[in-house]
Nanobody, 117 residues
Framework: QVQLVESGGGLVQPGGSLRLSCAAS????????MGWYRQAPGKQREFFAS?????????VDSVKCRFTITRVFDKNTVTVYMQMNRLKPEDTAVYYC?????????WGKGTQVTVSS
C-alpha cells in the first residue's frame, strides 16, 4: 500500500510563505506523474501544479510565479515540495499531494492552509 505523508500546512498572513512537503516510499521507476491539488471550502478539488510524464512542470494561471513545485529522489523515496509565496486569502484550502504509479493514483490525507490576517 502506497502512503503519502504530507506536512507543512498552517496559518499564514496574506503575502506570507509556506512550504508543503509530501513523502512517499515507492518504486520511482513506476512514477507517471506527481502533483498537488487543493480544495477550498464549498468547492471541488482542483489541480494546480504537477510534474507530468516526460514534460516540464505545469501550473494553473492562478499560482504561476508564486508557487514552485520541486522533487527530490533518494533511493526508493520521493519527496515532492510546494513552495508557496505571496499567499492570498483565496489560496485557503486543504492541499493534497497526488502520485500516479503505473496508472494508479494515490492521494495524501491533505494539509490545511489558511491565509488570513
Amino acid at each position: 500500500q502506497v502512503q503519502l505523508v504530507e506536512s507543512g500546512g498552517g496559518l499564514v498572513q496574506p503575502g506570507g510563505s509556506l512550504r508543503l512537503s509530501c513523502a512517499a516510499s515507492v518504486n520511482i521507476f513506476s512514477i507517471n506523474t506527481m502533483g498537488w491539488y487543493r480544495q477550498a471550502p464549498g468547492k471541488q478539488r482542483e489541480f494546480f501544479a504537477s510534474f507530468p510524464t516526460g514534460g516540464s512542470t505545469t501550473y494553473v494561471d492562478s499560482v504561476k510565479c508564486r508557487f514552485t513545485i520541486t522533487r527530490v529522489f533518494d533511493k526508493n523515496t520521493v519527496t515532492v515540495y510546494m513552495q508557496m509565496n505571496r499567499l492570498k486569502p483565496e489560496d485557503t484550502a486543504v492541499y493534497y499531494c497526488n502520485i500516479v504509479l503505473a496508472g494508479v493514483g494515490y492521494w495524501g490525507k491533505g494539509t490545511q492552509v489558511t491565509v488570513s490576517s
